[in-house]
């Protein structure tokens, strides 16, 4: 390692990644229950194995899934993976998945505990004790529960030996065990303590099962929770699972009341994040994870606010401010775009009404409608033309100030830092015209107007707020 660089060389794509320390942000002060962690699977990022690492202890996750590809076309070994691991601050939460186990025949399940046996091996050198093991998919799998039951008491016995568990998951394309409430039923019959299941969102709700049976389930038989979110498609549900797995809150799925399902049962364990999805494998994966955590922050802050969980035991943000209306809208223009734009704007009937003092920035107004015309706010380079690079909406009350003009406040709200987003290093407060507010922000596309009310602006990279006193 190069300590004067604070980078390790990653024989892994033989790239130079940086290391991170443990990470402690604002929005993880609290916990929901003892041991309860962040994670998310390896297969939700793009890119080489340790890139999908380095993002995810960078998002700040907790912990990972290892998928079972990712570590067959990684160069690196189960050993240094685990080192890895440990110099990011990331815990090998389960190692996922392993496929058919039960409903087989007296032979293909002796040849499936030895699989399972080297798969055991593997796990000891990743330094993890949980394995997915999915209901069987053959078509051939045999309908019997007891006989399955049987099958999974052998191999979690197997697993208890060398101090290891299996989470048993039922998917939703599984030949006979795709309900969450079969697949616990056949955990209940194999009665043993290193066996319990796993319960995913996307297996659950792409049945259109409801989750209210997940309470029915003891706490400590839910090794292991999975969270998803998916819009509403009819399609194969393999092809569905594979490619159109989206982040919780993306989706047209109620993520929350899964989760709560889950925690009223007594789940305390790893809240963790498995998407399946073609273009999120193509995209940066340090983004992904960034957006990733957000999602994971937004569903453990709608649990908490819908108030079926004891005080005090959900850790969430503040309300969303209630907001008014929209009041601005601002573009982001190249400078060489400018004369075009102006003239389209002045051919729909709008005038400009006010320059920023400070910032290429210009006040259009017609009527009630207001566009922001902003030249330094192009910071995207997939941006070429003009773009919406902020809104601003207006919030029903104003912050209290001493002075009597009007004031713009620029600040990252409470809401946003809980939710991870960095706070503004300082607040500046500027008097100013009363119909129009400089710019003081390091952000490109910080020039705000004030009018009436207050305003909250919305952009791509942090809060503003900007108030007048009227």
Same mark, same amino acid.
């Given at each position: ?23 402690? *942000? ?123 039951? +049987? ?159 004891? *005080? ?17 809208? +601002? ?64 919030? *029903? ?8 003009? *009007? ?64």
């Amino acid at each position: 390692m190069d300590r004067a660089r604070n980078t390790c060389r990653a024989s892994d794509g033989d790239r130079y990644l940086p290391l991170v320390g443990k990470r402690v *942000p604002a929005a993880r002060a609290g916990r929901y229950g003892p041991g309860m962690r962040r994670s998310i699977a390896t297969v939700s990022l793009s890119g080489t194995l340790n890139e999908k690492l380095t993002a995810a202890a960078n998002a700040g996750f907790d912990g990972v899934e290892i998928f079972d590809q990712d570590l067959l076309c990684s160069l690196w070994t189960p050993r240094r993976i685990k080192e890895r691991c440990d110099e990011l601050g990331l815990k090998i939460e389960m190692l996922q998945p392993f496929r058919d186990l039960e409903g087989m025949t007296e032979a293909q399940h002796a040849q499936s505990m030895r699989r399972f046996e080297g798969k055991l091996d593997i796990m000891a050198e990743l330094g993890t004790d949980l394995v997915l093991v999915c209901a069987s998919c053959q078509p051939d799998a045999i309908d019997d529960d007891q006989l399955s039951s +049987e099958q999974l008491h052998k191999a979690a016995e197997l697993a208890h030996e060398r101090g290891m568990r299996i989470a048993f998951e039922a998917l939703a394309w599984s030949t006979h065990v795709w309900d969450y409430r079969r697949s616990w039923k056949i955990v209940r019959m194999a009665d043993h303590p290193a066996l319990g299941t796993c319960q995913d969102t996307f297996h659950v709700l792409s049945r259109g099962l409801d989750p209210w049976a997940i309470r029915d389930i003891p706490g400590e038989k839910i090794f292991f929770v999975q969270l998803s979110d998916a819009p509403e498609m009819a399609m194969d549900i393999l092809q569905w699972s594979r490619h159109y797995r989206v982040w919780p809150g993306q989706g047209s799925w109620d993520v929350a009341s899964f989760l709560e399902n889950c925690l009223i049962a007594g789940y305390t364990g790893p809240l963790s994040l498995e998407i399946f999805n073609t273009v999120f494998r193509r995209s940066d994966a340090e983004r992904n994870a960034r957006d990733a955590m957000r999602s994971l922050l937004y569903v453990e802050d709608a649990v908490a606010h819908r108030g079926n969980m004891p *005080p005090g035991s959900l850790d969430s943000a503040p309300p969303a401010p209630r907001v008014t209306g929209l009041e601005f809208v +601002e573009l982001g223009v190249l400078e060489q775009h400018h004369p075009l734009t102006t003239a389209t704007l002045t051919a729909l009937g709008f005038r400009r009404t006010g320059k920023n003092r400070e910032k290429p920035i210009e006040l259009w107004e017609q009527g009630q409608a207001k566009i922001l015309l902003n030249t330094s706010a192009v910071s995207r380079g997939d941006q070429v033309g003009p773009h919406i690079a902020a809104l601003g909406v207006g919030l *029903p009350t104003r912050p209290r100030h001493s002075s009597g003009g *009007p004031i713009c406040v620029r600040r990252c709200p409470p809401r946003a830092v809980a939710r991870g987003t960095p706070p503004t290093p300082r607040s500046r407060l500027r008097t100013a015209p009363r119909s129009f507010s400089a710019g003081w922000s390091n952000s490109p596309s910080a020039g705000q107007f004030t009018t009436t009310g207050s305003r909250i602006k919305l952009t791509n990279r942090t809060t503003s707020t900007c108030a007048s006193n009227t």
